[in-house]
């Protein structure tokens, strides 16, 4: 799998009939490993071991109900009182982010309410702070650490 601009993690793997599955530690299985689920373990990996979440905070590729449709959210991390903290949109490295990206977690966000939102392809990764009083959003360079 590609390098991503993120730390060296380690990962477990299996390989059966010829399909290569990592090993997610938040769902507890092993999934298929697409260029998107690489991504997405960097990113659970980057949270637990650099940002310090509680793994019982994170939830990974949950439905979300919205607007008469189901959709998957990639990665959430929830706050004590159960609201929700972060919600991460993950894209396969060759997928450039573009405002598309940013629109689709806005969605996701309408019914979650989350206090930042990340969106990476492994490559780029953008942060938000979200001021819904202001109705805007501000650009962080980088996520706070679990206090």
């Given at each position: 799998?590609?390098?991503?601009?993120?730390?060296?993690?380690?990962?477990?793997?299996?390989?059966?009939?010829?399909?290569?599955?990592?090993?997610?530690?938040?769902?507890?299985?092993?999934?298929?490993?697409?260029p998107?689920?690489?991504?997405?373990?960097?990113?659970?990996?980057?949270?637990?071991?650099?940002?310090?979440?509680?793994?019982?905070?994170?939830?990974?590729?949950?439905?979300?109900?919205?607007?008469?449709?189901?959709?998957?959210?990639?990665?959430?991390?929830?706050?004590?009182?159960?609201?929700?903290f972060?919600?991460?949109?993950?894209?396969?490295?060759?997928?450039?982010?573009?405002?598309?990206?940013?629109?689709?977690?806005?969605?996701?966000?309408?019914?979650?309410?989350?206090?930042?939102?990340?969106?990476?392809?492994?490559l780029?990764?953008?942060?938000?702070?979200?001021?819904?009083?202001?109705?805007?959003?501000?650009?962080?360079?980088?996520?706070?650490?679990?206090?």
């Open positions: 799998m590609q390098k991503l601009h993120f730390s060296e993690f380690a990962f477990r793997f299996k390989s059966s009939e010829n399909k290569i599955s990592i090993f997610d530690e938040i769902r507890k299985k092993f999934v298929a490993l697409t998107e689920e690489w991504v997405r373990q960097h990113v659970v990996q980057f949270l637990l071991l650099e940002k310090h979440y509680p793994k019982s905070w994170i939830n990974v590729e949950k439905e979300l109900k919205l607007h008469h449709t189901t959709k998957r959210y990639d990665v959430v991390v929830y706050k004590p009182d159960g609201s929700i972060l919600v991460v949109e993950c894209k396969a490295p060759s997928v450039a982010i573009k405002q598309a990206t940013f629109d689709q977690i806005a969605r996701y966000n309408l019914s979650l309410q989350a206090t930042y939102l990340m969106v990476t392809n492994g780029n990764h953008y942060y938000c702070l979200l001021d819904y009083e202001a109705e805007k959003y501000h650009f962080l360079n980088e996520l706070p650490d679990y206090t």
